[in-house]
């Protein structure tokens, strides 16, 4: 049986062409996490996740400190056992934040590694429920220095002329007037069938404030309303999901499927957003994405489409795949060699075994330096 014989960890550090604002933060560079996970038979598996704006030493820290010794030398195939045991070892630094985003990538690494050593693409290795392509959002809606109400509409048209049938904005920065405004123009610019999603990226303390937001979004007819709160406050979502009839969607950045649970179990969201690159990975995400099924929840997993693309198409209660078309917010795609395509408003599922593409080494090396761990 194969054994993991060495494991290469990188931070990569991509500057952003344009500074791009949220509600509440800005970003000029963003901070990725690096895997490759190699077995003694030569196969080899990619893994990868966001850190932050900063401190990617921090991944690089876990991967060799604490996660490296617990898979060297094991069975690829144990991937329930090693997940388990990388959890156990990390208990005390981290059950969330950058040691599980860690765990995620490495996870990532062994699914991609032994859906390749059997020759399929990952979405068939899982058991897929689309074999071709899923449905896709295309995201954008960002702040910029100058954009207008009127630049954003165009921004969202462009979308819909591509083919795209659903389309996300950020909101929550401006005064509720203003982002009515943002939302009013969007609405005009893609009219009544095309969907919009709204994100907030914490931008409300208490319900109060966020309902001086939504009770002027509800006559736009938005398809959900993303993180309107820190994303430990429950109970905030769940008195927001009471009232209005606006969906939530959250979980972005949840942890683990208890935290998940949590979320379900007060009815704080009716969409989960969670992501395999922060959650856990593959196996824990596949793990959350069936309770869901369970409580009648949507998934529509957050950023990375090239990680949750095959991972929608395996499961029946995902809806959507965000997708980014360019490099000028989720600047990861620089790093990657291969580029999912889209066609009338679905993305095109890689057909080769496991991800279905590799890091782009050069690119790889202008953002970061690989170690080995052996």
Known sequence: MPKI?????CAAAVPLDKVTSFSNRSVSTRHYGLVKVRADDGAEGIGFCYVGSAAGGIFTAAVRELLAPVLLGRDTHAVEGLWRDMYQEALLQGR????MRAISALDTAL?????KAVGLPLHRYLGAAELESVPAYASGGYYVDGKT???LGKEMASYVDKGFKAVKMKTGRLSPREEQARLAAAREAVGPDVEIMM??????????EALQYVRRFEPYDPYFLEEPFGPDDIDSHAKLARATRVPIATAEIGYGRWYHKALLDKGAAGILQTDAAVCGGITEWKRIAATAASYGVVVCPHWFHDLHAPLVAATPNARYVEFFWDDQVLNFRRLVDRQLEHKDGRVLLHQTPGLGFGFDEKQVARYGKWSTLR
């Open 96 to 99: 969330q934040g950058t040691v």
């Open 149 to 151: 109400a009127a630049d």
């Open 199 to 208: 994100d907030c990226n914490n931008a409300w303390g208490d319900i109060t």
């Open 111 to 115: 699914w991609d590694l032994n859906a």
């Open 5 to 9: 014989a060495s494991i290469d960890v």
